[in-house]
């Protein structure tokens, strides 16, 4: 196949062979049965896992605020070979990341507190720890109420208590 001076290589190329059929409109893009056909798929995938998905969102945050428990746990642990006590429930566990200035007062209190943040983390739900201290299955308790912040309920619900813990 020879080219004459008048052509170019692009305008070759895009011409293709002699044999070639001209492209038509009809052979760009997709039909709309194959666009259906994907967007059924699609569904199906989506009815299926979705709910998959989203039932583990609740099993991440119980295992969140479980670790948390953990870490608190341990925080009072530190504060109390510090101070030789837990704080009280009145001090709470603001004294985690503050020396309390209620009675009773530790005498020794590290100075960055016991918490990597300055914060007294909340819940994965976004509500605050019950702190006990005394408390009446421990030396103290730490309570969640679980997704809706109340005592009681079951599941997502479910309280969730440090005691209780493995």
Request: charged share 30%; proline share 6%; aromatic share 8%.
């Amino acid at each position: 196949m020879r080219m004459s001076s008048s052509e170019t290589v692009s305008s070759f190329i895009k011409r293709g062979t002699r044999n070639q059929r001209p492209e038509t409109r009809q052979q760009k893009g997709f039909t709309l049965i194959e666009v259906l056909v994907v967007v059924f798929i699609l569904g199906i995938l989506a009815a299926l896992v979705a709910p998959k998905m989203l039932g583990r969102t609740d099993d991440a945050k119980i295992a969140q605020t479980k670790l948390q428990m953990k870490n608190l746990e341990t925080a009072l642990k530190l504060y109390k070979l510090d101070s030789g006590m837990f704080p009280t429930t009145d001090q709470g566990l603001e004294a985690l990341v503050k020396k309390p200035e209620t009675e009773p007062v530790p005498k020794k209190y590290k100075d960055d507190g016991y918490l990597e943040k300055t914060t007294i983390p909340k819940d994965a739900w976004g509500n605050p720890y019950l702190y006990l201290s005394p408390g009446s299955h421990r030396d103290f308790d730490i309570i969640s109420y679980g997704s809706d912040g109340k005592p009681g309920g079951e599941g997502k619900d479910a309280d969730i208590k440090n005691w209780e813990l493995e």
